[in-house]
Structure formats: structure tokens, C-alpha cells
């Protein structure tokens, strides 16, 4: 019998914590996700799952005219890649730690070798695992409720913008729900609405800050709607950028990392136990 | 065996932590060698938050925590080597005790099938194997506390670090509990075990750490305790057959700072001297001059104790 891992020299100890917390994950997710497999939640998954589908239906039904490509995709993102996604990852990756710590649970994890970090990102992946199906799925019945004519792309394009916003929105709510634990779910809906929402619209450099402008941006790229845009009135512009979608899918995946580095990194420095003596 | 640098299982060095301006532990400095050693003290003394600075939870604000001889803070090479218990439950309610432990025993690095069966034979050993496939939620408050017990010890740890283990178990669980580390320790392995009840943890180690508001109160053996509080102001009642004549042999000898009559039998005597006066009732005793069908400490509590140490580590007595 043996442990995977072995000890290494002091000098590789980020080596040493990488492999180390990479072997954990695994486990994590594997229980997270049998924990997590429960009938509310998977009504509650296929709820929000049905929500854009049939919000679109009663707007399709409701005009007059079959709406243009355009408002289709707007309206499929704001309700999938936003809304859903944004939602249905708020609710899993936010809590990770205060729920461990509010259920007096986190001690048993933060007494394992790595388990800290590796209960953080395997819980992420869980989060995600969770969202991304039922973003791509709510994306792809959105599309068949309109008449579009290319159904492939709008599939296509929808489909990685719910995966960008998955891993983006987990992994900043994660990192949100490590900076404050005890107030987590407040201070997310707070950074929501203020920097996700507000400052979001706002055509200044505060915009590039946030997921919301990096997945806009793509929308625009992707379905080819910047050009048109563009001709329209330059305006728009200051709204999409002018950088690459390349460019805007490397920076959504460095935030990402970004996120969660530096919620690994409050989550090894930080201390999370308080003293609690036994009353009896 | 544990293999530290220095070879002693726990060094602290002038340790404090605070919690703001609040004192969690206040200046402790010990050595610890192998074996079982109990740790003690009222609600609120800091056992709490000195496991917490060994387990490397916590980072001390001033001094040093060396275990089994390495740093504690954030020590995966540490906590490999260690099991703890703590003193809150913090179960997974939706889930089964072996289940429970496998995955926390996968997370000291042992892949599944290793983990598997480590977490079995934990739970065999705490008596749970016939549940363990249950939800935890259905178990029985001993039955969580031996599912507790079995993630500390399923991956075979050198030091094992119990708080306040018998807290809310019944006598048989209790019991068994007892049982169980006795055999922990009779194997030669080390044990931790932080009690606010001094007997629930004299049979199992003599050597004991007392703590109290955060201080170091007192360290060694229970023969070094009892001689340490041997002339601590206490509290004696005898029954003998003739009280009177004892009181006023007490008092002329000056064993007794106060007498009291209760009774037809009974005589409360404050004593600044209780091994003398221990002495020379047995003397009494021997020669016939008094019967004493009963003697106790009527303050032999373990806040008492805390208390009397209080008052020396204040300069008090």
C-alpha cells in the first residue's frame, strides 16, 4: 500500500503542488457529482433548461413577422449564454466554500494533503460539468423554435459561447465565493449587476473588464454581424471592439485561469477555521 | 516510528495566535516526545485553536509549530502523516459512511481502489462495517462519532489528533471509544487526544498538558499534578467518629486554616496543607485515635483544578 505521491525536494514545491493537487481532483469530482445527482436538482436543471425554449416560443408566437437572424441571436444569447448559464453556475460555484464552512465540513478537507485546492477545482469542473449541458441544450431548442436559416451555424456559435461563459462565470464566482464566504451569494449578485451588467454597457476601457463584453464581442464576430454593424453606425464600435474573436477567446480563458489562481492562492494563504470549542 | 528531524512528535516555541485583540493561545512553549499525551482544559482555554496551530490550520502570530519535526502550516508532507479529528461533526448527511471516508482517504492520495479498502478497514475497526453503507443522516450520534473516528485513521497515520472525542456519547459508547484507543496507543503510536473531562482521558495516558486562558497552566504526569496542587488552598470533608476533637486537633496544629461542623459526623476542614494533613490522618488513623469511614476532596473538579492553577500562574497562592 502506498500513496500516489511521494516527497519531493523543497525546491519543487509548486511542481509538488500541481501534481499533487491534479491527483486529487479526480476523486472530487466523482463525489461531487454522485452527491449532486439528486431528483431537485435535476428538475431544477430541467427547468432551467426548458426557460429560454419556451420564452422564445411565445415571442415567436407573439409577432407578427419571423424576427431577423440578428434579434434571434441576441435574444438566444441574452437568454442562454447569460441568463441560464450565468445562473445555473451562480447557484453551483458560488457557495463551494461557504457551504463546506456553514456545514463544518471544510476542516476534514483542509486537513488532506492538497485537498483544499483540489476540492476548489474539482468542484469548478463540477459546476461547469453541470451548466454546460444544460446551456446546450436550452441554445439548441432555442434555435429550432425560429425558422433560421442556417441552423448549423447559429448552433455552432451559441454552442461555444455557452462553454466560454461556463467557464468563465464558474470560475469568477468561485473566486467571488473565496473572497467573501460568509456574504458569497450577495457579494455575486452585487458584482453581477454592477460590473456584469452596468459597467458591462458602459463603451469605455471599464467594459474589457468584464465576461459579459468578451462573450458580446464574439456573438458579433461569429455571426458576422460587425461589418453590418459597423456600416450602420460607427458607434457600435466602442460596444464590440475591433480585436479578434481569437483574441477575445484567449482573454476569456486567461480570466478564467486568472480566476481561479488567484482563488487558489486566497484559498492556501487564507486561514478559514475559526476556533469552536465543544460546548458540553 | 515517526521520523521528525529533532525526533520529538510536537515543538512549540513561545507560540501565541490571536484572533484580533482576542488571546486564542498566549505564549505556549513545550516539547512533546511519542506517545499518548492528553490535553486538557475548561471551554474556551485554547485546545481548540492550539490543534487547530498543529494540524497547521492555523499559522501562529508569534513563535513556531514543529510537528513530528517538520512546519505545520500547509504542510502536505505533514498532513500525510497525520489523522485528526475535530470537534464539530460536519458530515456529509446524503451519503454513506464508507463512501464518506474512501473519498477522504482518496484525498490523502491513495487511488480508489487502495482507498476502498483502507476506509473498510476503518470502519471494521470502529465497529461500523455492518452500516456502513447507509446515509450518515441515519446514524446514531456514536455511530457518527465512530465514522469520525474511522477518517482519521484509515490511512494509517503516525500521530493521531483527537478533539474532544467523547463528547455526547453515551457510557457505552463511551466504552467502547476507550477501547478502541487503548488499542491505538498499545500498538505504539501517538495520540493527541484534547479533553475538557480529566477522566475521560486518565485511562488512557498519564502524561497531561493542562491549558488555561490560552496559557500553559501546567505539564507532566498525574503524580506532577497531584504534587503540584498538594498545598493549594482546598476543601477536605471527613467523616470520622469524632469530629469535634479532630477539628480542634486540626486547628491546633495548624493543618487547617477552617473548620466546620456538619452533622454529628461529618467535618469540612480548609486546608492549605491537604498532603500533611493527608499524613496525618493516616497516622490517626493507624493508632487507633479517630475512625474515618470517609475522606474526599470536596473541589477536586477539573475546573477546580484549573482554577488552583490559575491562581499560581497568577502568583496568587
Known sequence: MSVVDSPRPAGNAAFNLLIGTIQRIPPVVWFEWRRAFTISRLAWMLSLM???????????????????????????????????????????????????????????????????IAVLIGKYLVAVSWAVPVGLVSATLSVFVFNAEDRGHLIAVHSGLVLLSCLAYSALFLLIGVIAPKKCMVAGIIYTIIFEVAFALIPAAVNMLTVQYRLRCLLIRWMDFDKALAERNPVFLSYFGDESSAWHVGVLLGMTAGYLIVAGIILRCREFTAAIETES | MFRGETGMLLELQNVTRLYGTVIGVNDVTLSLAAGAHGLLGPNGAGKTTLLNLITGQLSPTIGSVRVLGMVSRSNPNLLRRIGYLPSTEGMYADVSALEWVTYLTRLQGFNAHEASGLALQALERVDLAEHMHRNISTYSRGMRQ???????????????????PFSGLDPIARHSM????????????????????????????????????????????????????????????????????????????????????????????????????????????????????????????????????????????
Not at chain 1, 451562480?90 to 483544499?116: C, D, I, M, N
Not at chain 2, 474511522?150 to 474532544?164: F, G, K, M, R, V
Open chain 2, 146 to 164: 465512530r465514522t469520525r473516528l474511522a477518517q482519521a485513521i484509515a490511512h494509517d497515520p503516525e500521530l493521531l489528533i483527537l478533539d474532544e
Open chain 2, 178 to 317: 476507550t477501547c478502541l484507543l487503548e488499542g491505538w496507543i498499545s500498538e505504539g503510536r501517538s495520540l493527541i487526544i484534547a479533553s475538557h473531562v480529566l477522566h475521560e482521558i486518565e485511562s488512557l495516558t498519564r502524561s497531561f498538558l493542562l491549558l488555561g486562558s490560552g496559557r500553559l497552566l501546567a505539564s507532566g504526569s498525574t503524580d506532577d499534578m497531584n504534587e503540584l496542587l498538594a498545598d493549594v488552598p482546598s476543601e477536605v470533608r471527613i467523616r470520622v467518629n469524632k469530629p469535634r476533637e479532630l477539628a480542634a486537633d486540626l486547628l491546633r496544629s495548624g493543618l487547617a486554616d477552617a473548620v466546620k461542623l456538619i452533622g454529628a459526623e461529618d467535618l469540612s476542614v480548609s486546608t492549605a496543607l491537604s498532603a500533611q494533613l493527608g499524613r496525618f490522618l493516616g497516622k490517626a488513623v493507624t493508632e487507633g485515635e479517630y475512625v474515618v469511614s470517609e475522606l474526599h476532596a470536596v473541589d477536586d473538579s477539573l475546573q477546580n483544578v484549573f482554577n488552583s492553577l490559575m491562581k499560581i500562574h497568577r502568583g496568587s497562592v
Open chain 1, 50 to 116: 426548458a426557460f429560454p425554449p419556451g420564452l422564445l416560443f411565445l415571442v415567436n408566437m407573439a409577432a407578427r413577422n419571423e424576427p431577423r437572424v440578428e434579434v434571434v441571436s441576441i435574444l438566444i444569447f441574452i437568454l442562454c449564454a447569460c441568463v441560464v448559464c450565468m445562473m445555473s453556475v451562480f447557484l453551483w460555484a458560488t457557495p463551494v466554500l461557504s457551504s463546506e464552512l456553514e456545514g463544518r465540513s471544510w476542516v476534514y478537507l483542509a486537513v488532506r494533503p492538497y485537498g483544499p
